[in-house]
């Protein structure tokens, strides 16, 4: 089967056009190949690399908690030092602080993704960060430190349901904040 080709246009008239079988000319009757005309391939853009450097961050998920971390800590310092201004006390520190703890929790939901980046750490070894001479600094970062965030994504998990959902996690908000504070130990 031919590879299939992307027409120039959608008229009936160019239809025909591609068509390597042999047409009838509408003046005389006579039989006329046709010449197959293929498309020329389009050239992406060049890219850009303020866009490329940006894709490329927010693509992983350690990069993307590090921009938010900046994004929910520099809303939440703007609106402690704008809480003492007449003019932004009634509105802007009040909207940054609210934004910094939904970027809070957007970390939370982000936080699903580590349970899995960290089995796979401790099922590889791949968080040692290269070849040691010293064989007992791969399996410390392997057991310790991948191990140890086995356990803290899930307690995370568990707190954030407590915060979001205290109808159906049987949690209190102080029963979740206990769970989080519990997970900071192994992180």
Known sequence: MPPLQKRKSGSPEDEDANDPLEHENSTGGQQVQKSETKPQPTLAPAPLPLLDTVN??????????????????????ISYLTASSKHHKETLSPA???????????????????FFQSLDGYRSGSWAGGSWDNPKIAKIAKYLMAGSMLFYYPLEHVAYAGWQLPTLSKFSRDNANKISALSCVFW
């Open 96 to 114: 940054l602080r609210k934004l910094s703890g939904e970027v809070s929790f957007t970390r939370y939901v982000l936080r699903f993704y580590g």
């Open 56 to 77: 490329t961050f927010g693509a992983q998920t350690f990069t993307t908690d590090q921009g938010l971390k900046i994004i929910q800590w520099s809303s939440w310092a």
